[in-house]
């Protein structure tokens, strides 16, 4: 619980104010603070009792107000020379780099352009790829379910 904790401090991708709602849409979260500043989120787990976080997602404006961003933050360890492969369901899969790295976790942000928007709204799963500096490749799951859904309420005021 306290690692769960600790990644959603770190997942905090923009600031919120003591007063958060959150509304769940399946798989994916849309998380607001109190001046409307809202973003979608969804946490992978090695386990279902999420004790071992291994990727946070995000979704949110943070960058522009004119398009979104896919935020992954990733564990430290990550190769940051080999970047990220992205790839929703039998669709072209993407290749982005890492963004940026700490002590505590790295991060790729990636503007959602319309084929990638298109892709999530009407895909079931992404598969997000990247290697771990021992050079072993890690392929996680990122359910789709939901996220049309979240995606409308998180534009519903824009």
Excluded: H
């Excluded at 072993?136 to 859904?149: D, H, Y």
Aim: proline share 3%; net charge positive; glycine share 6%.
């Amino acid at each position: 619980m306290k690692k769960l904790l600790i990644l959603l401090s770190v997942l905090s991708f923009s600031v919120f104010a003591s007063s958060t709602t959150t509304v769940k849409f399946d798989a994916w979260s849309l998380i607001c603070g109190e001046q409307g500043n809202c973003s979608m989120s969804q946490l992978i787990a090695k386990d279902k009792a999420a004790t071992q976080i291994l990727m946070g997602v995000n979704i949110n404006y943070s960058v522009s107000e004119k398009f979104p961003v896919l935020m992954l933050r990733l564990p430290a360890q990550v190769n940051q020379t080999s970047g990220v492969g992205i790839k929703i369901d039998d669709n072209k899969s993407i290749q982005v780099p890492i963004s940026q790295c700490n002590e505590r976790a790295c991060q790729s942000i990636i503007k959602i352009d319309n084929t990638l928007l298109n892709e999530m709204k009407n895909g079931k799963v992404g598969m997000i790829a990247f290697a771990l500096k021992s050079k072993r490749q890690l392929t996680l799951p990122l359910s789709l379910e939901g996220f049309s859904e979240a995606f409308e309420a998180l534009n519903k005021d824009r």
